[in-house]
């Protein structure tokens, strides 16, 4: 049996395999080399950075829910700096595709870790995470409407030539709206989707039980949500898609792609096993081969509607 080719292509970056490892449930990847090797994946997206070190919300900060997880760290990260002078060395001798998850409270904020990004060596994609409330427009998440999220989409795309990815929250009306706003700003690519908002309630303590209240959706719980969404945004913009929610195994994976995802991203999976990620990317290959394809290349976006076969 020839094994397929599972290389993709996100605009002028090339990938060995369509799987990442999403942010925020891979640390810097340094901690899971115990665990895999980081040349068995396509690459690797870093806890989002801000400009400073920021130690997140108190706990509770995570508690389980059916099939998923509900999370309000508060983008506890090590800041910029220490990211570029501390992980990055160690990252860059390893083979594998390093993806700078960026947030900021303020668009200047945003820019200033965009553009120290961009004089670092290393660095295959900045990745833009907008679902970061806006602090000069009173906390709601740039994310949530298309007009900020196409200010800092620009502001972003001036100060940097790398690959930028803007990932969307799936928290807002209509996503293809925030999507073709990030194409329209320059964005390279869109992933999709960040966390869904919830809360799990202490009936006991008549509390939440997480200390900030309401927290991020992940895991299982949410892939039919997501891959609901990845396939309306795959449609409505030119640019590549990376998808992701609750994907667990390569089937899961194929299902985004399929959907119209170039690529997609691994994240609570991770918890459960460190290493699932490889597991997946060597799955889909084993799916690949199992239908008697030669390329991932050529499932991506070839899900059939009913309604395209009633035509
Ligand atoms: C504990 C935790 C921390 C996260 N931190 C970030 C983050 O810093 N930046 C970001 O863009 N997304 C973050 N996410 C969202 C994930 O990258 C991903 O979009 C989401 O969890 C859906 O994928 P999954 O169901 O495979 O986990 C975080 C998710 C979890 C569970």
Same mark, same amino acid.
């Given at each position: 049996m020839v094994t397929p080719d599972l290389s993709v292509r996100l605009g002028s970056l090339r990938l060995r395999n369509p799987v990442l490892t999403a942010s925020g449930t891979f #640390?810097?990847?340094? /901690?899971?080399l115990p665990f895999l090797s980081l040349e068995e994946i396509g690459g690797i997206v870093v806890k989002g950075l801000s400009p400073k070190p920021r130690k997140g919300n108190p706990p509770e900060r995570i508690v389980e829910t059916p099939s998923g997880m509900l999370n309000a760290i508060g983008l506890q990260n090590v800041g910029v700096d220490a990211f570029l002078a501390e992980k990055l060395p160690e990252l860059r001798r390893h083979d594998t595709a390093v993806v700078a998850n960026v947030f900021g409270e303020t668009i200047p904020e945003y820019v200033e870790v965009c553009a120290k990004l961009d004089a670092a060596e290393g660095i295959a994609a900045i990745e833009l995470n907008v679902s970061c409330p806006n602090v000069e427009a009173g906390g709601m998440a740039f994310g949530a409407d298309a007009a900020s999220l196409a200010r800092v989409t620009r502001a972003c795309r001036d100060a940097t030539r790398l690959p930028l990815w803007v990932k969307l929250s799936?928290? @807002?009306?209509?996503i293809r709206e925030t999507a073709r706003a990030a194409e329209a700003e320059g964005a390279d690519a869109v992933s999709l989707v960040n966390t869904y908002v919830g809360m799990v309630v202490d009936v006991e303590r008549r509390r939440p039980v997480l200390a900030n209240g309401c927290g991020g959706l992940s895991g299982p719980a949410i892939r039919p949500l997501a891959v609901w969404a990845t396939w309306q945004v795959s449609r409505a913009v030119a640019i590549p898609v990376v998808g992701m929610g609750g994907i667990a195994s390569g089937r899961d994976a194929v299902e985004f792609l399929l959907a119209g995802a170039s690529a997609v991203q691994v994240g609570t999976a991770s918890f459960v096993h460190p290493d699932a990620s490889v597991r997946i990317a060597r799955e889909i290959g084993s799916w690949l081969a199992g239908h008697g394809l030669?390329? @991932?290349? /050529?499932? @991506? #976006?070839t899900l059939r509607t009913g309604k395209e076969e009633r035509r």
């Amino acid at each position: 049996m020839v094994t397929p080719d599972l290389s993709v292509r996100l605009g002028s970056l090339r990938l060995r395999n369509p799987v990442l490892t999403a942010s925020g449930t891979f #640390g810097y990847g340094l /901690e899971f080399l115990p665990f895999l090797s980081l040349e068995e994946i396509g690459g690797i997206v870093v806890k989002g950075l801000s400009p400073k070190p920021r130690k997140g919300n108190p706990p509770e900060r995570i508690v389980e829910t059916p099939s998923g997880m509900l999370n309000a760290i508060g983008l506890q990260n090590v800041g910029v700096d220490a990211f570029l002078a501390e992980k990055l060395p160690e990252l860059r001798r390893h083979d594998t595709a390093v993806v700078a998850n960026v947030f900021g409270e303020t668009i200047p904020e945003y820019v200033e870790v965009c553009a120290k990004l961009d004089a670092a060596e290393g660095i295959a994609a900045i990745e833009l995470n907008v679902s970061c409330p806006n602090v000069e427009a009173g906390g709601m998440a740039f994310g949530a409407d298309a007009a900020s999220l196409a200010r800092v989409t620009r502001a972003c795309r001036d100060a940097t030539r790398l690959p930028l990815w803007v990932k969307l929250s799936p928290n @807002v009306t209509d996503i293809r709206e925030t999507a073709r706003a990030a194409e329209a700003e320059g964005a390279d690519a869109v992933s999709l989707v960040n966390t869904y908002v919830g809360m799990v309630v202490d009936v006991e303590r008549r509390r939440p039980v997480l200390a900030n209240g309401c927290g991020g959706l992940s895991g299982p719980a949410i892939r039919p949500l997501a891959v609901w969404a990845t396939w309306q945004v795959s449609r409505a913009v030119a640019i590549p898609v990376v998808g992701m929610g609750g994907i667990a195994s390569g089937r899961d994976a194929v299902e985004f792609l399929l959907a119209g995802a170039s690529a997609v991203q691994v994240g609570t999976a991770s918890f459960v096993h460190p290493d699932a990620s490889v597991r997946i990317a060597r799955e889909i290959g084993s799916w690949l081969a199992g239908h008697g394809l030669a390329s @991932v290349r /050529e499932i @991506v #976006g070839t899900l059939r509607t009913g309604k395209e076969e009633r035509r």
